[in-house]
């Protein structure tokens, strides 16, 4: 009886998955989400002691290696500004499209995929927060992955290193597009069909190319560690570690795309993104 | 067998939770792949325990949880989980009489057959991955089931002892 039961959930979720959404998104929701939370609790408990035990004198310093780093953040933050102001000028004489400006919502994460045939982390943000399905999501380093499936309150994010998932990108020095395959390991995705002609070198740092409209171009995916070529294959292997600390990460940041609009008249250097977190100034 | 069972009730959704939490525990992705399966692991035990108290409907339940917080299909856990306790349930007398070694062999198969279902039922999916199934976590969670089994046994003795002696 249980089974046949078993069976018919499959059925359903096989055929009509629209009818489960709502109990897998309650699941999620009801259970998940403090399991997930219980399961976190080192981490956290970590962190409280790193803050409850740390002397005056090393907050002072933590303190003062910050404002080190923001000021050199800010330096580069100028510069940018200054980079972008002729990127667009420079795009106003070639009569190009729009500029660009993502904004960014900080997400925790809650836990990670126990199943080792799936690469996936549960986000604590939902569909309350805004959160859509297909996000994507990147880190301090570099891009994460995308949203597959949403609950309220929480967001399944599929790594860009599972087997199922690939991303378009570009070398970033030679502009070469290809396409980034999961290969089911934390550290590394391949990018195949390259013909070995092609201008790619090791250490080359390889850019989501934002081809396909799911990932934003110019965010990056990871660096070429390895070419591998054996001379009876026509195209090249190539291996790229993910930029991404897909293991260690704790805060995450889901994209928001902007709308594309007309191009915008140059834009005043100094003036600094409207969003809440924007993307480039997210600290390491 | 059950003598007092309100003494120890709380054994079996203690247990059960343990092992949820030790499924979902975070770890490094080399110990993950040789991880035990905790909850099969447990309901198996409490099936074989109790047959009649811990029914396949008990492991649909667990399984559909399981589900639902993995974000596997709902019904793969469910399915595997009932057709493996429900095989305990036929033969529970049989696999009483074992030792434990052979009792670890049985479990080791029966999680085998799980991860196999699991694994058949995982291809239906349209973004299932390609990677084999893997046999080492069936023998790893074989070889927990004697220490589990000793331990399980022996907090459910324990408490179960408290009343006689008053």
């Not at chain 1, 303190?63 to 940018?80: S, T």
């Not at chain 1, 993910?242 to 293991?247: F, K, Y």
């Not at chain 2, 007398?93 to 085998?112: I, K, N, P, S």
């Not at chain 2, 089931?145 to 408290?162: A, F, H, I, V």
């Amino acid at each position: 009886m249980p089974a046949t039961l078993a069976l018919l959930l499959l059925g359903i979720g096989y055929y009509r998955p629209e009818l489960l959404a709502g109990t897998r998104s309650a699941l999620a929701d009801s259970m998940a989400r403090p399991l997930y939370w219980l399961t976190s609790f080192p981490s956290r408990a970590g962190r409280w002691a790193d803050e409850m035990f740390s002397s005056h004198q090393e907050l002072i310093e933590r303190n003062h290696a910050l404002e080190h780093e923001n000021l050199i953040l800010q330096r580069k933050v100028l510069q940018m500004a200054a980079l972008m102001a002729e990127n667009a000028r420079l795009k106003e004489l070639l009569n190009s499209t729009e500029m660009l400006e993502d904004s960014a919502l900080v997400a925790e994460l809650l836990g990670v995929s126990p199943d080792p045939r799936r690469q996936e982390m549960l986000v604590h943000r939902g569909r309350a927060d805004g959160a859509f399905e297909g996000q994507p999501v990147l880190d301090a380093f570099g891009l994460v992955g995308s949203i597959v499936e949403l609950s309220e309150h929480t967001a399944r994010v599929l790594l860009i290193t599972d087997t199922t998932n690939a991303v378009p990108v570009q070398v970033s020095r030679s502009g070469v597009r290809g396409i980034a395959e999961g290969s089911g390991r934390l550290d590394e995705l391949y990018i195949r069909n390259l013909v070995p002609t092609t201008d790619i070198k090791q250490g080359d740092l390889v850019v989501s190319s934002g081809l396909g409209g799911r990932y934003p171009p110019g965010y990056p995916v990871g660096e070429v560690v390895r070419i591998e070529y054996d001379g009876a294959d026509p195209f090249l292997r190539v291996v790229v570690r993910p930029s991404a600390q897909l293991d260690r990460s704790q805060q995450l940041l889901l994209v928001f795309r902007a709308e594309a609009q007309l191009p915008a008249p140059a834009p005043t250097p100094a003036t600094p993104a409207p969003a809440e977190t924007d993307s480039d100034a997210a600290e390491p | 067998m059950l003598l007092n069972p309100d003494r120890y009730w709380w054994l079996i959704p203690g247990s059960l939770l343990a092992a949820f939490l030790f499924q979902f525990w975070p770890l490094p992705q080399p110990l993950r792949a040789v991880a035990p399966d905790a909850i099969v692991l447990v309901t198996l035990y409490w099936t074989l325990r109790k047959p009649q108290l811990v029914s396949s409907g008990w492991a649909f339940v667990i399984g559909v949880l399981r589900d639902g917080i993995e974000a596997s299909p709902l019904g793969m856990h469910a399915l595997a989980l009932v057709v493996v306790s429900y095989l305990v349930q036929l033969f529970y007398q049989r696999l009483r009489m074992f030792t434990v070694w052979q009792q670890a062999l049985a479990v080791a198969g029966l999680c085998e057959l799980y991860l196999l279902l699991g694994d058949w039922v995982h291809l239906l999916d349209p973004r299932s991955g390609t990677e084999p199934v893997l046999f080492l976590p069936a023998l790893v969670t074989g070889l927990c089931w004697l220490p589990l089994s000793l331990l399980l046994r022996q907090l459910e003795e324990g408490s179960l002892r408290t009343p006689v002696r008053n």
